[in-house]
């Protein structure tokens, strides 16, 4: 059995072998680009002292029954690397990685980042700033400009924002706490999406037309370092629905504190927004957060959906019931 040196899946039908790292993929991973073959070129070298001559080592064949196992290799030499639900996964030893991978000057250079050579600030900026800014489409209403709550519309925008902008912290922090190496990165597709959704958000806007739903996805922590599936994965992959459901929960609070109204109805759209953002990515499909956290641990992914669940819900008929305690 041969499996691909990236994904690590069984190869069914033509193996490929990469002429510059000596790896065999499968059909979707041949390419140098779709199995960041610089990354493990790169590897290779490092293995090497500086003052050995930098010849080349064939690898090992890439033989193995489960992506464990290979894991486990002590043979150095063999670099067996995956990706995961759009996280970067090496199946290799932390020493391997470079000390600063998304450092410009590194030579590495990941799929699918959109101006890899800019700061994590900027693209932080950048990030929620169209987050914002969506959020002010979505909630623009002209009725309460007519009814004097024109400033709910950027405090909601504000709150949309900071429940992307705490979520994506939630997954850095933790992967900082392990020792992972992790910046927020805008991502190409990501921000195709986002920024149709600006376009056709405006269209309707102006044109008083059929409201379209905007999509906001303009970026992403990524995390080096991670193994397939272990608490590591599971805790950074539960740290962004963490963050919501306590931010969340917070500002469900105060809206029973403040008694002015529509300050506290606001206050319980806030919270709202932060359970339905947390709630989303539990959904254990694609590169959502749920997948991996229901294959680390189910009673921590029940535990935390049911929680996010239970609120949205309860939110949402303190704000559209006719018997909210909130002032109307």
């Not at 997954?171 to 959704?197: D, E, N, P, S, Y």
């Amino acid at each position: 059995m041969v499996n691909c040196a990236h994904c690590g899946e069984e190869i069914i039908g033509d193996i490929f072998k990469c002429n510059d790292c000596g790896y065999y993929y499968c059909a979707r991973h041949k390419e140098p680009i779709n199995h960041d073959c610089n990354i493990i070129i790169e590897s290779l070298r490092l293995e090497q002292s500086p003052s050995e001559p930098q010849t080349y080592v064939p690898p090992p064949q890439v033989i193995h029954t489960s992506h464990e196992q290979a894991y486990q290799q002590t043979d150095t030499s063999g670099v067996i690397r995956g990706t995961t639900d759009g996280t970067y996964t090496w199946y290799r030893q932390e020493s391997q990685i470079p000390v600063d991978a998304f450092d410009p000057d590194s030579g590495i250079k990941f799929k699918g980042i959109l101006l890899a050579h800019k700061s994590e600030l900027f693209h932080f900026i950048v990030g929620v700033s169209l987050i914002f800014f969506i959020g002010i489409l979505t909630f623009f209403n002209q009725q309460l400009i007519i009814m004097g709550y024109g400033w709910a519309i950027f405090m909601l925008a504000g709150f949309y924002a900071t429940a992307f902008l705490f979520h994506e912290l939630g997954h850095r922090q933790v992967a900082v706490h392990f020792g992972l190496q992790t910046k927020f990165r805008l991502l190409t597709f990501g921000m195709l999406l986002t920024v149709t959704g600006v376009i056709f958000g405006l269209y309707s806007l102006l044109s008083s037309g059929s409201t379209f739903p905007s999509l906001a996805l303009p970026g992403a922590v990524v995390v080096l370092g991670l193994s397939k599936i272990d608490r590591t994965t599971g805790l950074c992959k539960a740290a962004g629905p963490t963050v919501n459901l306590v931010y969340g929960a917070i500002l469900f609070i105060i809206s029973f504190i403040i008694q002015t109204y529509p300050l506290n109805l606001f206050m319980c759209y806030a919270a709202n927004l932060n359970f339905m953002l947390g709630s989303f990515n539990m959904i254990p499909i694609g590169i959502l957060d749920g997948q991996n956290i229901w294959k680390w641990n189910k009673k921590v992914y029940i535990l935390l959906c049911g929680s996010l669940l239970m609120l949205l819900i309860a939110t949402y008929l303190f704000i559209y019931l006719p018997t909210s305690p909130y002032i109307r």
